[in-house]
């Protein structure tokens, strides 16, 4: 799954957010940076390039995903870590961010208030998180390829994870809650660029979670069929460029 993410979905989906939260992270000027929910190492590759004099340290709750990323990105300090229960010292760093992992904290609340703890006082929080699923085309036409594929009972992650955290003033009521005052709060579209509709497709199919829902479903190469067929007429066969909605969030601690 990490490698499939990587190649098919980093350089199409990720890495314009990952540009921008860059440039928000390198004006901070930080010197210890946190980062969440790292993946592959995208935010981190960017992070150190953009901040050399800065000790980055990466962290995701999956094994598999700290293990590659540790290989893409391997001048930040990688540990496998749950965002619930963050294995830092109090006021460890002057920097937290996350790039569209928030989302998947089973209670986003507790995630916050340890990301409190760990920064100093006055510490940054900076995170996106993804807008509704019809604001990111690449999603909203593979949502409609599942359901294609599976008329009854079709895969509803990318509805209900992704996407399922898309209400800003929900977000800011959590902040709030565990003890951040929001400072900025930014609505982002950016372009995403893939060479094909058929490479989005595997990406989606065989990088994400959703892998798991098609397998227990059915047959994977019928089902990539239909979702490849459903993405194209609503995207072209590509190369494709379309629109994605992020909510960008920088807090205080």
């Not at 790292?38 to 960017?46: D, F, H, I, M």
């Not at 598999?64 to 963050?86: E, H, K, N, Y």
């Not at 904290?105 to 807008?131: I, S």
């Not at 209900?160 to 005052?181: I, N, R």
Request: charged share 20%.
């Amino acid at each position: 799954m990490p490698a499939a993410y990587e190649r098919y979905l980093v350089p199409a989906v990720f890495r314009p957010f990952a540009e921008d939260l860059t440039v928000k992270a390198a004006a901070l000027r930080p010197r210890r940076i946190l980062e969440l929910a790292a993946g592959t190492g995208v935010l981190t590759s960017t992070l150190l390039a953009a901040t050399p004099s800065s000790e980055v340290t990466a962290t995701d709750l999956n094994e598999a995903m700290v293990a590659f990323g540790s290989a893409q990105a391997p001048g930040a300090t990688w540990r496998q870590a749950d965002a619930q229960r963050l294995p830092f010292a109090d006021g460890r760093f002057d920097l937290v961010v996350c790039q569209f992992g928030v989302m998947f904290f089973p209670d986003r609340v507790a995630a916050f208030t340890e990301v409190r703890r760990v920064l100093v006082a006055g510490g940054r929080f900076l995170f996106n998180t993804w807008g509704p699923l019809g604001t990111h085309a690449f999603e909203a036409a593979l949502q409609a390829g599942l359901e294609r594929a599976f008329p009854v009972d079709p895969p509803r992650f990318f509805p209900t994870v992704p996407h399922g955290y898309a209400d800003p003033a929900s977000v800011a009521t959590d902040l709030t809650a565990a003890g951040f005052t929001v400072e900025e709060e930014q609505e982002l579209t950016l372009q995403g660029r893939a060479p094909s509709t058929a490479d989005l497709a595997i990406g989606y199919l065989t990088g994400t979670p959703v892998r798991g829902a098609v397998e227990e479903r059915g047959d994977g190469p019928t089902v990539r069929a239909t979702v490849t067929a459903e993405m194209t007429a609503r995207l072209g066969p590509g190369p494709v460029t379309a629109p994605m909605t992020a909510y960008v969030f920088r807090a205080v601690a």
